[in-house]
């Protein structure tokens, strides 16, 4: 089970926010530098720019023949934060819905499964980004156990459960015992994440 792309925690990417941010934070940053920070062309850069001072948002004064500063005007200052508060707003609505999908999730996963004489509910992550990290939190509230994350990252361990590359899947199935469900924590499936979890699928260990 996963999430469609739409539910993903990202970072709020408004590029007048972010060129209003990068400006504040630093006068001298040029326009180079902002084309490299925002992941956008260079070209865009300098228009997007052109439009802030427009607007009586940035203004923009020369200090040498090739070297220009930008400041923030008052006006700028105030939609800085206009927009900063949007953004604010925006990723608390993106973790509310996260987090309600999650809970569906989980809730379906433990509706009728039998913990046995164990009384354990173990579950296999698939996934350690931002919705995993929210699904953490969720457990907490739910009779599952986290016994192992499977994911690319490189850190050994996942809130103290250990984590396994995707290729020692089987490891991470074994640690977690035969009635483990895996709960895919990503927001978008790949073609290996696929082939994986069909592997799991035939099982009947993919939930």
């Known amino acids: 089970m996963t999430f469609s792309d ?101 809730a379906k996963t433990s509706a009728g499964w039998d913990a046995g004489a164990a009384g354990v509910k173990p579950v296999v992550f698939y996934g350690s980004g931002e919705l995993a990290e929210i699904g953490f939190i969720c457990l907490q509230e739910t009779d599952l156990t986290l016994v192992a994350v499977v994911d690319t990252c490189d850190r050994a361990r996942f809130f103290d459960v250990p984590t396994f590359a995707p290729d020692r899947v089987a490891d ?15 927001a978008v499936r790949s073609e290996s994440l696929e082939r994986e979890l069909a592997a799991i699928g035939e099982s009947g260990r993919n939930a």
């Open 6 to 106: 739409r539910h993903e925690v990202s970072r709020h990417a408004d590029p007048t926010h972010q060129i209003l941010e990068e400006i504040d934070a630093s006068a001298d940053v040029s326009q180079r530098r902002l084309s490299a920070n925002l992941g956008i062309a260079l070209g865009l850069t300098n228009s997007l720019l052109k439009g802030l001072v427009r607007r009586g948002w940035v203004r923009m004064s020369r200090v040498k023949r090739q070297r220009v500063r930008y400041l923030l005007t008052p006006t700028g200052l105030a939609e800085k934060a206009r927009l900063s508060r949007q953004a604010l707003q925006q990723a608390l609505d993106r973790y509310r819905t996260a987090r309600m999908h999650v809970h569906e999730m989980f």
């Open 172 to 186: 991470a199935l074994e640690l977690a015992g035969p009635q483990a469900r895996v709960l895919v924590m990503a």
